[in-house]
């Protein structure tokens, strides 16, 4: 999976996260699988002071993604309507929190 594979709402949310950098994007919405702006979700910067920022590549939209992007969107393809929470380290997606109507879980 590399940037230039993935359909533009897919590449914004990989371009937030590797800004982001370390917080949490809350309250984004998921329709029929995807990631969905708007309204737009919260975003939680962590920042440790008096510390150096690591240097990241600008990114060849041709490199090979980490696989937990892939694991991110494989999860959100499987949500029909919901809201999720993606709390980010080292600028890659690390933990997925899903709220959804009892309606919508899988029985």
């Not at 982001?20 to 699988?33: A, N, Q, S, T």
């Not at 962590?46 to 937990?68: F, M, Q, V, Y």
């Not at 499987?78 to 919508?104: K, M, Y």
């Amino acid at each position: 999976m590399t940037k230039a594979s993935l359909q533009p709402v897919q590449r914004r949310v990989v371009e937030l996260i590797e800004a982001l950098d370390f917080g949490v994007i809350e309250h984004l919405r998921v329709r029929r699988g995807k990631p969905c702006f708007d309204p737009q979700p919260r975003i939680i910067q962590s920042i440790k002071l008096d510390s150096a920022k690591a240097d990241r590549p600008a990114g060849d939209p041709n490199l090979t993604l980490k696989s937990e992007f892939a694991s991110l969107f494989d999860r959100l393809t499987s949500i029909e309507e919901g809201v999720v929470t993606v709390e980010v380290r080292h600028g890659a997606p690390f933990r997925l929190v899903i709220e959804q109507h009892l309606d919508s879980w899988p029985s």
